[in-house]
Each structure stands twice: as C-alpha cells, then as structure tokens.
C-alpha cells in the first residue's frame, strides 16, 4: 500500500489505457506477422517477383529464426532499459521493416526485410508480460494477459481475409504492407504517449490507483550476469526441456496453417485469394475459442488432477485433436472439408497454450520472464523450420502434389509434442536446480 494514498481518493483508470494499448500492440504484431503467407500467393507478387517454393520457405522461415534468436536478449534489454522505450523502438522497428518489404524487389530484399520484423518483434510479448506485472493487481493479471493474446488471436486471424481484401483493392501486393507498417507506426506513437514502465513514472496515475497496483519498489534493473545464470538453470532443467520440444514440436504443425494454409487452397483447391483469405479466417478465429478453453480447461484438470497432470492434460489433448485432423486431411474431398480439418488442428493447438504459459509460471518462478522467452525461443524455432522443411517435403517426397506427406510430418509433430507432454513436471521447479542465482 502506498504511503501517500488518501482513502476517499477515487482512483485513475491509467491501468486500462495501458492495456488497451497493449491489446492493440498485440493486434499489430500478428497482423504483421501473418500477412506476407497471404501475399505470397498473389498474382501481383508472383509477376513481380516470381519465387520457388524453396525461396518462400526461407524468407517466410527467417522471420520465424530471427524471432526465435532475439527472444532471451530483448526481453531482458526491456527489463534493464525499460519497457516502455524498448517496446516502442520494437513497434515502430517492425513496422518500419514490415513497410520495407513493400519495397523489396526481389528475394534478398524480402528475406533481409522479413530478417528485422523477426528481430523487432522478439521483444512484444516478453516486454508486454513486464509491463502487466507492474500495471495490473496480482488477481486480474492472467485476464488481462489473455486480453493481450487475445488481441494477437484477432490480429493473426483477420490478416488474411484483410490483406486479400487490399491487395484486391489495389490490384497489387505492396501497398497493403505500406499500411500495415503505417498503422503500426501510429501505434508505437500511442504506446509511448500512454504507457510509463512504472505506474509510478505516470503523471496521470494517481497515489490511489497506484495502491492497487504492485509495489515495484527496490527493484533494480538485472545484469548480463543475471540473465547467464538463469540460463543456465534452465538447460539443466528436464521438465523446462521437455517443455521446449512441446512448443517446437506443436510449432510445426500450427505454423502450416499461417504460412502454407494460403498456398494449398489456391493451387491444390483452386480457391481465389479473397475465398481463401476467408477460409484461413475461420481456420484460425477457431484458433481463439480454443485459446479460451484452454484457460478453464487448464484451471479445472489441476484442480481435478492435481498440478502436475493438470497441466499436462490439455496439452496431450490438444495435441491429440490437432494431430488426428491432420490425419484426417488425408481424406479431405473439398476445399471446405480441409478448412473443418484445419480448424480442429486450430483449435487443439490452442487449446494446450494456457497450460503452456500455466506450467512456466511454475517453474520459472522469479524467471518467468526469461524462461518464457526460452521456451518461446524453441517454439519459434519450430516454426521457422516448417516454414523451410515443408516446401522441401513437397519437392523430395510429394510426387503425386496432393500434400498428403505434408500432413503426415504435421501430425507426426503433434505426436511427439505429447510424448513430451507426458514427461513434463511442473512441480520441477527452476529455483530447485538454481537457487543460488536470485533473479529480481
């Protein structure tokens, strides 16, 4: 409780100006994200700029690399700097990238583009899980997190059907990404006039309104040493590396959906673009109700199950789910067949998401921060992986060109992400390997 707080004070509402911002942060970074596996399979970017699968596979891969290397070393550059001047250079350096791209005249330009939205987006989430800590009351943080992803889910989930519906517009590629990225940059303007890294940095956040809010107080900024001590907890850590192959495992199945989905409906279904900008909609908007259950579902099973399978429960479920309707694609007869199927593997994906961030928060302890930028690492890896490994499967293995190999590595993905559900322990806390490293 602050000391300067008077009782009949009615607090300010800073805190969901904050929010709210971050919401919209989110939105911008999966729109970002996502659009370029819709423009890919334009007729106006394969006339400009005509690619190989192979090609597409790595620069829609590099980002996904890029995004996975930066995680660890941007969130704790948000943590020593502060969160609200590095996430504003992250939201304006993607959208800055993200324009870019709209400039690229060919391969190296957009792999080299595609390279700094990677770099630049690395920072949202673990930057945006600190500024919630600080600006939101212990027992509304998991809502106002899942807002946050919430705003990612539709961001993510209207990219395709928005970005066909400009490149339509404008019978061309490029300007949709000049949009984006200038919509992105108002954002990152709005996020530095609105947030402050601590409640207490805020002119307009008053005594009352900061009693609310966590004391951050005493809290210093860590050092490089801090970070590599953390780390290295982690890596000998067994449930924190099971946890790892769970998200790049269950990463290569989801990120067809968002990179290859575009391709298939238009040259394997002959869907045009605006038909399959919709489809990929629906695919992932089922993604969102899956997300939201995963929440409850999580909360019920460890109070049923206890934590240890409780937490395990719907990440071996929704594997399950995404798996078999990958298999169940091997029988798809129609373009609307495959997106059911492609919903359900949305969904699942999904539905094991809160668990994951549930069994971090476990075991990361006072590291959640870095540890969720480890295990988010990993997961991007798998999906800069499919992005490259898929485009080589249809070439080398996929003589027919029905996708069916594509599908079967997808849900053998799924396979393994719950073989190593299975082993994971959240009880397993980091502090019990490395109780000697106090991160603040």
């Known amino acids: 409780m602050q000391a300067d707080s008077r009782p009949n004070q009615r607090p300010t509402r800073v805190r969901f100006a904050v ?50 290397i930066f995680q660890v070393p941007s969130g704790w550059a948000s943590d020593r700097f502060g969160a609200r001047p590095m996430l504003t250079i992250y939201i304006a350096g993607w959208s800055f990238m993200t324009a870019l791209t709209g400039l690229a005249g060919g391969f190296w330009g957009l792999l080299l583009a595609r390279l700094g939205c990677g770099i630049f987006e690395a920072g949202a989430y673990p930057t945006s899980g600190a500024v ?12 106002a997190s899942s ?7 539709i961001g993510g989930t209207l990219a395709p059907l928005l970005t066909a519906l400009m490149i339509a517009h404008f019978a061309n590629w ?27 940095d805020h002119p307009r956040c008053n005594p009352a309104e900061r009693a609310q809010l966590p004391s951050t107080t005493g809290e210093q900024p860590p050092s490089l040493g801090v970070l590599l001590n953390v780390l290295v907890a982690a890596c000998r850590n067994r449930s924190i590396w099971l946890n790892c192959v769970v998200q790049t495992a269950s990463n290569i199945g989801w990120a067809f959906l968002v990179t290859w989905l575009p391709t298939y409906l238009t040259e394997v279904r002959g869907v045009e673009a605006v038909e399959g900008g919709r489809m990929v909609t629906i695919v992932l908007g089922c993604g969102m109700v899956g997300m939201l ?13 206890g934590q240890r399978v409780g937490r395990i429960a719907p990440i071996v479920t929704g594997s399950a789910l995404a798996g078999g309707a990958y298999l169940m694609c091997l029988w798809a007869t129609s373009a609307w067949t495959m997106v059911a199927c492609c919903a359900v593997v949305s969904f699942g994906t999904d539905l094991g998401n809160a668990s994951s ?49 594509v599908f079967l590595v997808c849900a053998a993905s799924y396979g393994v992400a719950i073989l190593a559900a299975l082993g994971m322990n959240a009880h397993d806390r980091i502090e019990a390997v490395g109780a000697q490293f106090d991160s603040p």
């Open 19 to 68: 929010i709210a911002v971050s919401v919209a942060m989110a939105f911008i970074l999966y729109l970002d994200r996502i659009c370029l596996g819709e423009i890919v399979k334009s007729a106006s970017f394969k006339s400009e700029i005509p690619l190989n699968k192979e090609q597409i596979g790595t620069i829609l891969g590099a980002f996904f690399f890029a995004y996975a």
């Open 132 to 143: 919630i800590r600080r600006w939101t009351p212990f027992s509304q943080r998991a809502r």
């Open 147 to 153: 807002l946050v992803a919430f705003g990612g889910r």
């Open 174 to 200: 490029r300007p949709a990404l000049w949009i984006d990225g200038l919509v992105g940059l108002l954002i990152a303007g709005f996020y530095w006039h609105i947030v402050r890294t601590r409640p207490e």
């Open 293 to 305: 259950c995963g929440g409850a579902f999580c909360d019920w099973s460890t109070r049923m199950l």
């Open 357 to 405: 961030w549930a069994f971090i928060q476990d075991v990361g302890g006072r590291n959640v921060g870095t540890i969720a930028g480890w295990g988010n690492m990993w997961g991007n890896f798998g999906a800069a992986t499919a992005a490259k490994m898929l485009p080589w499967v249809l070439a080398n293995m996929d003589a027919n060109r029905d996708w069916h190999e």
